[in-house]
């Protein structure tokens, strides 16, 4: 939806399907893992009993997989709103509820537990659910048309992926365009 300053609409991004949300599973989870996974198939060499780590990895990957296709029905429910001033992405209000109930449970069963990484990693999750880049401090775009997707970097740890829908690829993408540096 558009008005004279401001363009909104809201999509449902297919987390298993997106080529950009793929890749950067592969790098933040498939790295670590694959790494891990090594080094117990190395180990395996040496001491067999080390296959049932492998086993307790793979099992994580796929209850991991299964949790996020069950519970997020295995999409990204996001809410864009661009403005003169910047670029807001927030999670939808049905998967914003889901999202405050399992990192709520997160960060409660981390402080229980006596695992401050735990309750931090709920902490972080959750303040994460309206991001927000003013356009001045806006300093690459990367369009990627295929994919009907644009990146917008900030500093080292400021960028937001704007998904678009088919229909209002070209218009976001004019926009960003003119309100970028």
Not at 20 to 47: E, H, N, R
Not at 107 to 135: D, E, N
Request: hydrophobic share 50%.
């Amino acid at each position: 939806m558009k008005s004279e300053d401001s363009i909104h609409w809201e999509i449902d991004v297919p987390l298993f399907q997106n080529p950009l949300i793929v890749k950067q599973l592969g790098l933040a989870i498939g790295i670590p893992f694959g790494i891990l996974l090594i080094f117990l198939l190395f180990l395996s060499l040496i001491d067999p009993n080390a296959l049932y780590g492998v086993a307790l990895v793979m099992l994580l990957l796929f209850l991991t997989f299964l949790f996020v296709k069950v519970i997020y029905k295995g999409v990204y429910q996001a809410a864009f709103v661009l403005d003169g001033r910047a670029v807001t992405c927030k999670t939808r209000s049905a998967q914003g509820r889901t999202n405050r109930i399992v990192n709520g449970l997160t960060f409660f069963l981390g402080i229980f537990s006596g695992k401050p990484t735990v309750a931090g990693a709920g902490a972080l999750a959750h303040s994460r659910q309206s991001v927000s880049l003013r356009w001045r401090n806006v300093k690459k775009v990367k369009y990627l048309p295929k994919q009907h997707t644009i990146l917008l970097r900030g500093g080292y740890l400021d960028s937001i992926a704007v998904f678009c829908r088919e229909d209002n690829y070209l218009e976001v993408s004019a926009w960003i365009a003119s309100h970028s540096n």
